[in-house]
């Protein structure tokens, strides 16, 4: 499976973001330390890993400690060594995706947004969909982002990107 590892990290002079290659990691520690040595001073660290446009996965770390998982569907750890080494150890699934689609429709309903949205119900997403919270994305929206059909993981990651405000960043490290 291929896959395309990128780091956005957020230090004292704002959100940078790097290309990881995490083929060297025999386990999630060792992905941590990568995200780690990318700004050993950063306040918030994420990395965001999309594979063969199908899963998605977001790590984050909070100054270097307490290492949050997230993932589009339990299915990676199943398909692929990197899906099994990112999230092998998580146990704990993320919110029931139909609570998700009911709060997504009565969200749109007080905002006008667009009609309808289709949600893929083979996912089973997994770890913690809080972990963008303070960020600006409450879990509702990442579980909708992620089972919205038609959507793929760089979808899904650049407007997380946009709506933590590294959405620049992420886009210039795409292009280069």
Known sequence: MSYFAAAAVRGSDGWTATELDLSGSSDIEEVADL???VDTDAE??????ESDETYLVVLRLD???DLRVF????????????????????EEPALDL?????????ARKDSDDEEGVAIEADVEPVGDPDLLLDLGVPAHRL??????????????????CQAIG???EMEELREG
């Open 143 to 160: 579980l909708d982002l992620c089972a919205r059909d038609g959507m793929l993981p760089s979808d899904v990651t650049a407007e997380l």
């Open 98 to 106: 139909d609570e998700v689609a009911g709060g997504a429709e009565h």
């Open 63 to 65: 100054e270097g400690e």
């Open 44 to 49: 918030v660290s994420l990395l965001f890993v």
């Open 35 to 37: 995200l780690r040595q």
């Open 166 to 168: 590294c959405g620049d």
């Open 71 to 90: 993932g589009s569907d339990s299915t990676f750890s199943e398909e692929s060594r990197i899906g099994a080494l990112l999230l092998g150890d998580v």
